[in-house]
């Protein structure tokens, strides 16, 4: 027997900050988390699992209309007669417009009021899971979940945050070494982005989302399909279901002229390109070390695009740029002693306490205005540490536009 696990599906979720760019073919961008949608859906099919898991966000919020539910219960028409499990997490928490949905039978919702237990007795499979009432759970809510069915291959599909280094926000927060007491022999997560395998034998597992929205969801992205023999997991192996893959080219531009920086760009987009698996690459390059084009470089972003662009057709691949960071410095015997002073001036802006915890403020009110995903995909800081970058990223900027002001 096989299934499927699967999370944070986004459906219409639109790509942070690119449907206003008139250089991408607008095929790139359209339909993309539907159509990874549909790819797992075939690997359903094509592998013919027994059921699928899906373990949290397969919204995105509350729908723009109705298109989004229609489209979600016509895939689920075609996994038919194959149930799929369905929890719901923060993104997709109990809304008006979701009760008003009527979905195709072989669709099983766990309760929104306690954990619930699906009883799959023809496959000898027991499925516990407790779906988010609302968006905000602060709280260990797996403390909570069923006693495993003894005679079945318990799953606990569950959204959470676990122990995450505050990559993604905090929601039923819980101790993977507790998930491991509870007696299930495999835990369905969701809502953590990166596929990660917390643990093995009971099997504790992220599989991702099943495509990449922004810059911070690179390399492939898909689900886990699992193999059960004689009631035990004997295998989880992710299967790629993205149909647009985003990549970060980072080049050093230590001691670099143009035409060796050419080059290496040219080297990160081969690269990027080889590692696509003939998907398009929605890319972000950049630019780090120090180097005597620094004060070119933060102003010729366009130019340093097109050379990624040129890169890729020349290696037949098809690579479009997000975006251009500079991060290079200029190189220190020509800073030192004509700029260091104007630096620690720069610098003690931040020396006040009172100060950053007055910017931190100010930095999380702006951030809660942008909807998500393109919340997700913001560079915004949260702490003083993020700060501390946001300055030496500014500073770069400065320094390019004084350096550039001399030797005009």
């Not at 760009?265 to 398009?280: H, K, S, T, Y």
């Not at 340093?304 to 200029?330: K, Q």
Request: glycine share 8%; charged share 25%.
């Amino acid at each position: 027997m096989k299934f499927l696990h699967a999370a944070d599906i986004h459906l219409d979720s639109p790509l942070a900050g690119l449907h206003a760019r008139q250089d991408l073919p607008a095929g790139l961008l359209r339909d993309s988390t539907r159509r990874a949608f549909i790819a797992l859906v075939d690997l359903a099919i094509a592998e013919d699992v027994a059921f699928i898991v899906i373990a949290g966000d397969l919204y995105d919020g509350d729908w723009k209309d109705f298109s989004t539910g229609l489209f979600f219960a016509e895939q689920m028409k075609r996994l038919a007669p194959r149930p799929c499990f369905l929890l719901r997490g923060n993104h997709d928490a109990k809304s008006i417009i979701t009760k008003d949905l009527r979905l195709p039978g072989n669709v099983r919702e766990f309760s929104t009021r306690t954990c619930q237990t699906h009883d799959v007795a023809e496959l000898g499979v027991a499925l516990h899971g407790h779906s988010f009432p609302n968006r905000a759970v602060p709280e260990d809510i797996s403390a909570g979940y069923c006693e495993p069915l003894r005679g079945r291959l318990n799953i606990g599909v569950l959204h959470t945050s676990a122990q995450d280094a505050g990559e993604h926000e905090t929601y039923a927060p819980c101790e993977p070494g507790q998930l491991r007491l509870k007696g299930y022999d495999y835990w369905a997560l969701g809502h953590i982005h990166a596929r990660r395998v917390l643990h093995e034998r009971p099997w504790i597992v992220f599989p991702g989302n099943t495509q990449g929205r922004h810059i911070r969801e690179t390399g492939a992205k898909g689900c886990s399909l699992v193999t059960v023999e004689d009631g035990r997991v004997v295998a989880v192996e992710h299967r790629n279901l993205d149909t647009l893959r985003w990549a970060l080219l980072d080049v050093d531009a230590e001691g670099a002229d143009i035409v060796t920086l050419t080059g290496r760009i040219g080297d990160a987009v081969q690269e990027a390109i080889a590692a696509a698996d003939d998907l398009p690459v929605l890319a972000r390059l950049v630019l780090r070390g120090e180097t005597d084009l620094h004060a070119a470089l933060a102003s010729d972003g366009e130019r340093l695009a097109a050379e990624c662009r040129g890169a890729a057709i020349a290696a037949g691949g098809r690579l479009w740029v997000e975006a251009v960071r500079v991060r290079t410095s200029a190189p220190k015997s020509r800073a030192e002693g004509m700029l260091d002073p104007l630096r620690a001036a720069f610098a003690a802006g931040l020396s006040d306490p009172t100060r950053v915890q007055a910017l931190l403020a100010e930095m999380a009110a702006l951030r809660a205005k942008v909807p998500p995903p393109g919340r997700d995909a913001l560079d915004v800081p949260a702490d003083e540490e993020g700060l501390g970058r946001l300055l030496e990223e500014a500073w770069q900027v400065a320094e390019a536009a004084i350096t550039a002001e001399e030797r005009g």
